[in-house]
């Protein structure tokens, strides 16, 4: 059974571009979840999904992320115009029902210079 | 606000002695994990303690759980180079379940 993947790998980009990042769940996961992990800090926890609805978004840092997941399968997440700040690995998780254990992604490490 | 505090941030061991992790939190939670990730790779999943007095052992990892003292454990025995990795435990919180993570501790096994 494939696990959860995550493109791409690694994104460079310029202060003030756009990049959007793509997870893509265990397969019959319903529940998937966004966290970050800026420079020297603990992985922090961004929004969780159920199917295509978004449950909790409390730790979006601001209106310049955008997630989705349309038909309830992959997600994206976006980010508009991205700020040195944003610089940081992100992971995807992926579980079966909430109280299950989560699934993570290997991550999107991004640089914005 | 759920805060998880996890120490030591690094451990340097030397093969074949035990050592402790330990992770402290600072509301009641139901369920704790302990990951495990290698560099550039995800993170593992390794247990998920659910109860009071909880204990699960897999190889020379041994995790243990007091609910009381908002403290989980995570023990290891004669460790062993292939054990160097970054170790997270993390809590489960609210409804979502979602995840307050410790900082990592960074285990160096040397031979």
């Known amino acids: 059974e494939a696990g959860v993947t995550q493109f791409p790998s690694h994104s460079v980009i310029e202060k003030g571009q756009t990049v959007t990042l793509r997870c893509d769940p265990i397969?019959?996961?319903?529940?998937l979840y966004w966290y970050r992990r800026v420079m020297g800090k603990e992985i922090k926890f961004l929004l969780h999904?159920?199917?295509?609805?978004?449950?909790?978004e409390s730790g979006m840092p601001n209106n310049r992320f955008l997630a989705e997941r349309t038909g309830g399968t992959y997600s994206t997440l976006k980010v508009q115009p991205a700020e040195l700040e944003d610089s940081g690995v992100y992971f995807c998780?992926?579980?079966?029902?909430?109280?299950?254990?989560?699934?993570f992604g290997p991550g999107t490490r991004l640089l914005v210079l | 606000e759920l805060k998880v505090e996890q120490n030591p941030l690094f451990l340097s061991m030397q093969e074949g002695k035990n050592y402790t992790i330990y992770c402290n939190y600072s509301?009641?939670?139901?369920?704790l994990y302990w990951y495990r990730q290698d560099p550039g790779k995800s993170l593992e999943s390794l247990f998920v303690?659910?109860?009071?007095?909880a204990v699960k052992q897999e190889g020379r990892l041994m995790a243990s759980l007091d609910t009381k003292a908002r403290l989980s454990t995570l023990h290891i025995t004669a460790a062993v180079h292939d054990l160097s990795a970054t170790y997270f435990c993390?809590?489960?919180?609210?409804?979502?379940?979602?995840?307050?993570f410790g900082t990592g501790t960074l285990l160096a096994v040397q031979p």
């Open positions: 397969s019959g996961h319903d529940n």
């Open positions: 509301t009641t939670s139901d369920r």
């Open positions: 999904f159920v199917k295509e609805s978004k449950q909790d």
């Open positions: 303690l659910l109860s009071n007095g």
């Open positions: 993390a809590v489960g919180g609210g409804a979502t379940n979602k995840l307050i």
């Open positions: 998780a992926s579980s079966q029902a909430p109280k299950e254990t989560q699934y």
